[in-house]
């Protein structure tokens, strides 16, 4: 047993040094700004442009077909009072080429309790660290080989946590969609038809917010937890 006790604890640690850099290098990288987004993606910035002159094109064509239709060249079809499209129409057409700066200015405000989040004190972690300290454990309580009872729990352990971080990377990919896509829900803001679209987006942008911050609160309670079991191993 003593070739596959070796084994076992050789793909162990390997195991918790790659949970190591994962963590380091997506905790890094995560958060609500949209530079780890570009870097990844950098045809989405090229692209905006194309997004905001659409944008005003839609917003321009419902201004036209909604006059059209108050003048009742289409009769018995209702339409727009002119004066509150016209307003709305200017309104919106400002939106939109400003809309980089407002969806900056809510990533800012939902990126403040993020860095909170990760600045925050938390006991010294070092996934490397798990593995020895699980064996401790399971040899104080078994009696014969207990290598590849540590290796499950320890995949266990990984699998779950890795899950955690792809979910993390998820909503970070939908934040930075919705946010470079922003110009095409605006549009859809200056019609009372559509407004509705321009409504269900901003419930959207701040949910995914909302969850980006529930997602590092996550991995950093569970980082903590790890951190306080490496301490205190043997206190349950």
């Given at each position: 047993m003593g070739i596959l006790d070796g084994i076992v604890e050789w793909v162990s640690e390997q195991v918790m040094n790659a949970l190591d850099l994962i963590t380091t290098s997506v905790l890094g990288t995560?958060?609500?700004?949209?530079?780890?987004?570009?870097?990844?993606?950098?045809a989405a910035e090229t692209m905006y442009s194309i997004f905001v002159a659409t944008a005003v094109g839609l917003v321009l064509l419902n201004w036209i077909w909604q006059l059209f239709k108050n003048f009742g060249l289409i009769a018995g079809v209702e339409a727009e009072d002119?004066?509150?499209?016209?307003?709305r129409s200017v309104l919106f057409i400002g939106l939109i080429y400003f809309c980089d700066e407002?969806?900056?200015?809510?990533?800012?405000?939902?990126?403040t309790p993020y860095d909170?989040?990760?600045?925050?004190?938390?006991?010294?972690?070092?996934?490397?660290?798990?593995n020895a300290v699980l064996i401790t454990i399971l040899t104080v309580i078994s009696n014969g080989s207990i290598g590849i009872i540590a290796l499950i729990l320890l995949l266990i352990l990984?699998?779950?946590?890795?899950?955690l971080l792809f979910e993390a990377a998820e909503r970070y990919v939908l934040l930075g969609v919705i946010i470079y896509t922003a110009p095409i829900a605006f549009a859809c803001g200056a019609s009372k038809s559509t407004s509705n679209i321009f409504s269900s987006w901003c419930r959207m942008l701040a949910g995914q917010v909302f969850?980006?911050?529930?997602?590092?609160?996550?991995?950093k309670l569970f980082t903590s937890m790890v951190g306080s079991f490496l301490s205190n191993p043997l206190f349950l």
């Amino acid at each position: 047993m003593g070739i596959l006790d070796g084994i076992v604890e050789w793909v162990s640690e390997q195991v918790m040094n790659a949970l190591d850099l994962i963590t380091t290098s997506v905790l890094g990288t995560l958060g609500c700004d949209m530079n780890t987004f570009l870097r990844f993606f950098p045809a989405a910035e090229t692209m905006y442009s194309i997004f905001v002159a659409t944008a005003v094109g839609l917003v321009l064509l419902n201004w036209i077909w909604q006059l059209f239709k108050n003048f009742g060249l289409i009769a018995g079809v209702e339409a727009e009072d002119p004066v509150k499209l016209s307003i709305r129409s200017v309104l919106f057409i400002g939106l939109i080429y400003f809309c980089d700066e407002i969806t900056d200015l809510v990533l800012s405000i939902g990126g403040t309790p993020y860095d909170w989040i990760l600045t925050s004190e938390l006991p010294a972690l070092n996934f490397a660290d798990f593995n020895a300290v699980l064996i401790t454990i399971l040899t104080v309580i078994s009696n014969g080989s207990i290598g590849i009872i540590a290796l499950i729990l320890l995949l266990i352990l990984a699998w779950n946590y890795i899950k955690l971080l792809f979910e993390a990377a998820e909503r970070y990919v939908l934040l930075g969609v919705i946010i470079y896509t922003a110009p095409i829900a605006f549009a859809c803001g200056a019609s009372k038809s559509t407004s509705n679209i321009f409504s269900s987006w901003c419930r959207m942008l701040a949910g995914q917010v909302f969850l980006l911050i529930m997602n590092a609160w996550c991995l950093k309670l569970f980082t903590s937890m790890v951190g306080s079991f490496l301490s205190n191993p043997l206190f349950l």
